[in-house]
């Protein structure tokens, strides 16, 4: 039987979190969740316990102390994936950026033989509503620039609704990443791409959060550049 975990990273997501949850076990009926919160001061952890209980779903809600990031985040809810036993783990924000009624679509491309699959935002049917266009070139041009870096096939290799089998994720060597943010994503996307596994994109509608702040910030944003200048180099070296 397939069990599949959907690890959510939060902080300070109590407004969007019992929402989020609710969504997504309608859409899903063999689905747990974990939540990885990094002691988020609004009751984000007591939210998503409280909502599990309601519903009667299991929501595993791992709290660290302290805003340790999301790419460690991710990692620390994947390695418990790993360890017990799920087939598939879904990733996710819990801003309801990502729409829960899209994960049915990654999970059957799984199912036909996909080892990843990748809410894309820039594959024909994608689209991300409200964004100005500064911020949509901003976000091409990065992602652009990756490809050209990592000599990745991927359109979205920043983006953070992914779909992984078990046997896939635990052959990527996910606990050595370092990095966090968009930078996590793609240095993910670097490694899937270097072991062959096959990835499908599967357009989404990316939505814009109604409540909370981004955790966006220039520190990420100038890691994850220096990380695919890092690997592009790296690579550009082998090859010669």
Not at 1 to 19: C, D, Q, S, W, Y
Not at 130 to 145: E, H, Q
Request: hydrophobic letters at 40%.
């Amino acid at each position: 039987m397939k069990r599949v975990l959907a690890v959510i990273p939060t902080f300070n997501e109590a407004a969007n979190i019992g929402v989020q949850l609710e969504r997504l076990f309608a859409a899903c009926d063999d689905l747990d969740a974990c939540v990885v919160d990094d002691g988020s001061p609004d009751g984000t952890a007591s939210t998503a316990r409280s909502t599990g209980d309601r519903i009667g779903r299991s929501v595993l809600v791992i709290e660290r102390a302290g805003k340790n990031g999301y790419g460690s985040a991710c990692r620390d809810g994947f390695t418990y994936a790993l360890d017990s036993g799920y087939s598939v783990v879904l990733q996710m924000d819990a801003d309801l950026s990502h729409k829960p009624e899209d994960v049915p679509s990654l999970l059957a491309k799984l199912d036909a033989g996909a080892d990843i699959a990748i809410g894309s935002r820039y594959v024909p049917g994608g689209s991300i509503p409200g964004w100005s266009v500064a911020r949509k070139l901003l976000s091409r041009t990065g992602n652009a620039y990756a490809r050209i870096c990592l000599g990745l096939d991927v359109f979205d290799a920043t983006a953070g609704f992914r779909a992984y089998k078990a046997d896939a994720l635990r052959a990527l060597p996910f606990s050595s990443a370092r990095t966090d943010g968009y930078g996590f994503q793609l240095e993910m996307a670097y490694r899937i791409r270097q072991s062959g596994f096959t990835v499908v994109e599967v357009p989404i509608e990316f939505a814009d959060r109604n409540h909370g702040h981004s955790k966006m910030s220039n520190r990420i944003v100038a890691e994850a550049i220096w990380m695919v200048t890092r690997l592009g180099a790296q690579r550009l070296l082998r090859r010669r």
